[in-house]
């Protein structure tokens, strides 16, 4: 489904929906024409399968999430017409906010719940460092803000993403 966009000054903005809650983009026009993006928070595991129509993820596995999300974000930009992929984009940041677990139960299984912890932390570190390594290899590396939190929306998920990046035209 195509964007709704509004343009307002600076900013233009795209979204689906007549009465949106959040926007898809937001863009802001620089002043020697490049423009910064701002990609709103997904998911692993509902968001991003409704974006690119993938079989839901149900445990989150840092290998597939991390992929889907930027493959979404990568989805989007290609729909509002700023560019055709991640590669003609800088990330200049990455925000996660990571939740506990859902499984094990931290009081019936305590050392299992603290391996858990740990994995998904190693695997989205793993899996940003292949990401940014294997498919934006002549991009810089985005400084990356990790948050934790008890949980997210959405309720399958460990991990909530959203980022900043920018277009620069000089570059195309």
């Known amino acids: 489904m195509p964007f709704n966009i509004k343009k307002r000054g600076k900013l233009t903005y795209y979204y689906n929906g007549e009465h949106p809650v959040l926007s898809a983009l937001v863009t ?9 993006i701002y990609f709103s928070g997904l998911t692993g595991g509902y968001s991003a399968k409704g974006v ?16 889907l999300v930027f493959q979404s974000w990568e989805h989007w930009l290609k729909e509002a017409g700023i ?9 200049i940041e990455v925000h996660a906010f990571g939740c506990q ?3 094990p139960n931290p009081l019936v299984d305590p ?21 940014f390594r294997d498919y934006l290899t002549d991009n ?12 997210v929306p959405d309720k399958a998920a460990s991990y909530e993403f959203y980022s900043t990046a920018l277009y620069q035209k000089a570059l195309q």
Do not use: N, W
Not at 56 to 65: D, G, I, R, S
Not at 83 to 91: A, P
């Open 28 to 36: 802001e026009e620089q002043s020697d024409g490049d423009l910064k």
């Open 52 to 67: 690119l129509d993938r079989e839901e993820l149900v445990t989150m596995e840092p290998e597939q999430e991390v992929p």
């Open 83 to 91: 560019c055709d992929s991640l590669k003609q984009i800088d990330f």
């Open 101 to 103: 677990p859902k499984s």
């Open 111 to 131: 050392l299992g719940y603290t391996k858990e912890l740990e994995r998904l932390r190693k695997s989205y570190a793993d899996a940003y460092r292949a990401f």
């Open 140 to 151: 810089g590396v985005p400084a990356r803000f990790t948050v934790h939190l008890v949980d």
